[in-house]
């Protein structure tokens, strides 16, 4: 792809109108009216689009790389997200895609549609464990402790096929966290003896502290500008340090909590989705 610092005004939009329309709008795949979307209706973004407007720290130039490559994974989530359909998803090829979080083993696009965006990137620990909530349980869950959960791309070091970059993702504690997590993890990080196959219903107040986590990617790009492969480096810990700075949060033994079984697994994902009022 040639690069697209500062072209002519001509030659910059005959580069443009070559790209996909997922690289030069944020909200292209939204018009994807003939797509199988979850719920069976669009999704609303215009109130994590504005909060990004009012509180990003850049403002990548129009046709820029940076501002390409925002567009392109902000179309990726919605589509993995929302959109039920593999064949549906514009930004990948999902015959190839696959995605990685830090040392963890890929996964395929399935994999995603099946456990959701959330549980595919975030690992177990003291505060969430992903084989807890399902698909909806877990969206839900973040979506409303955070309402808004804006995204931008911060740099970006290589170009096309293979694009390295630098994002920030942000937003505001503004209603209270709960969830499982990992009782082995967070026991053994305490360093305590005990043990438990089931972990605990961790709940934290919200406090309207602002969470503002960064990571690295490296996306694989086809000849379409479609993603093949995503390997992401991020510390999954850092938004719970920040969410719970105190170290106030209240844990309850799943082996006495009123809302959910201790056999973990689907069962105390459908108890937590309706303890929680989240179903």
């Not at 996909?20 to 795949?29: E, I, R, S």
């Not at 399935?110 to 877990?138: C, E, K, Q, W």
């Not at 719970?244 to 079984?261: H, K, T």
Request: one cysteine or more.
């Amino acid at each position: 792809m040639t690069s697209l610092e500062e072209p002519k005004p001509d030659a910059l939009a005959q580069q443009l109108a070559k790209l996909p329309d997922y690289m030069t709008d944020a909200n292209a795949v939204l018009k994807d009216v003939d797509a199988e979307w979850r719920y069976n209706q669009l999704p609303d973004y215009k109130k994590t689009r504005k909060y990004y407007s009012e509180t990003r720290s850049k403002n990548h130039a129009a046709g820029s790389l940076p501002e390409l490559v925002e567009n392109l994974v902000k179309n990726w989530e919605i589509e993995a997200s929302f959109k039920t359909r593999l064949s549906d998803w514009r930004t990948v090829d999902f015959t190839q895609y696959s995605f990685a979080v830090n040392d963890h083993e890929p996964v395929s696009a399935s994999h995603m549609l099946r456990v959701g965006t959330y549980n595919a990137i975030i690992g177990a620990g003291a505060y969430y464990d992903p084989n807890t909530m399902d698909f909806g349980a877990s969206h839900k869950t973040f979506k409303r402790m955070m309402p808004t959960f804006a995204w931008e791309v911060l740099e970006v070091y290589t170009e096309p096929p293979v694009v390295a970059f630098k994002w920030r993702h942000w937003g505001e504690f503004r209603e209270d966290y709960s969830a499982v997590n990992d009782g082995e993890a967070y026991n053994g990080r305490l360093m305590m003896v005990m043990r438990r196959s089931a972990g605990e219903n961790v709940k934290v107040a919200a406090n309207g502290l602002l969470i503002d986590i960064t990571g690295v990617t490296v996306a694989h790009l086809n000849e379409r500008m479609q993603v093949t492969k995503l390997k992401t480096w991020f510390d999954s810990d850092e938004m719970f340090r920040q969410m719970d700075p105190e170290n106030q949060a209240v844990r309850i033994p799943m082996v006495s909590c009123p809302l959910v079984g201790g056999n973990g697994g689907s069962t105390g994902a459908e108890s937590v989705a309706t303890g929680l009022n989240i179903a």
